[in-house]
């Protein structure tokens, strides 16, 4: 069964202060993953896509990265913001069929 | 702006009533979907359309309906069957479904909750 897996499940950052967010998965095969931000309440929001070629990916203060052999991605949000406290979900497509983590939940405090 | 719209934000339901969220877009997209979301897991598909008059069970299908009369409409109905249907319900779209790489839009969820 294709499984995305997030760590940790939630954290506490000082605004100012960096974090990375962890992804695991086990989808094959490997379309492309996606970061999404979901404020509470609201629904999610796309912040990067990467393919299999692709091992950067920025967007603002967010960067993607993806290690396509080891299953890995990660996002690290440089600079923390009080409004970047949201949870942070991993999604995974293969064959156009999404598989999506359970989130991180990331609380920044000023 | 362009979006997508889900009504009503929050919604009861009494037990062995049937109750109908709404979804609308105005991206002209042709796929749409809708997901469950329960705290601690992923979001879990329920039923998809990539075509107006055609739509595909989701993993997670039983107790719900769906119809696709309109391009911009995808309402969802939550039957009496669905015991367990106490969840925050997102519906999606995106453009082109079979390219793969296209980012999925969210509508701002509906809440439902059993009286």
């Known amino acids: 069964k294709n499984q995305v897996e997030q760590s940790p499940q939630s954290l506490i950052i000082l605004e100012g202060k960096n974090c990375t967010l962890q992804?695991?998965?086990?989808?094959?095969?490997?379309?492309?993953l996606r970061w999404y931000k979901q404020d509470t309440g609201r629904g999610p929001v796309s912040l990067t896509i990467m393919t299999f070629s692709e091992n950067t990916k920025s967007n603002g203060r967010y960067t993607a990265t993806l290690d396509a052999d080891t299953k890995q991605s990660s996002l690290h949000i440089t600079a923390s913001q009080l409004s970047d406290s949201a949870s942070y979900i991993c999604?995974?497509?293969?064959?156009?069929?999404?598989?999506f983590g359970a989130g991180t939940t990331v609380t920044v405090r000023a | 702006d362009g979006g997508i719209t889900q009504s009503p934000k929050y919604l009861f339901r009494k037990e062995g009533q049937n109750v109908t969220l709404s979804c609308e877009q105005n991206?002209?997209?042709?796929?749409m979907y809708w997901y469950r979301q329960d705290p601690g897991q992923g979001l879990r598909l329920i039923y998809y359309s990539q075509i107006v008059n055609d739509f595909q069970k989701g993993d997670i299908a039983e107790g719900y309906s769906v119809s696709r009369e309109k391009k911009e409409s995808f309402p969802l109905t939550v039957t009496s069957a669905q015991k367990n249907p106490t969840a925050f319900y997102l519906c999606?779209?995106?453009?082109?479904?079979?390219?793969?790489?296209?980012?999925?839009?969210f509508g701002d969820g509906t809440r439902l909750s059993i009286l």
């Open positions: 999604v995974v497509s293969a064959d156009y069929k999404l598989s």
């Open positions: 991206l002209n997209h042709d796929a």
């Open positions: 999606a779209s995106t453009d082109r479904p079979g390219h793969g790489n296209q980012p999925q839009h």
């Open positions: 992804c695991n998965y086990t989808v094959s095969p490997f379309s492309n």
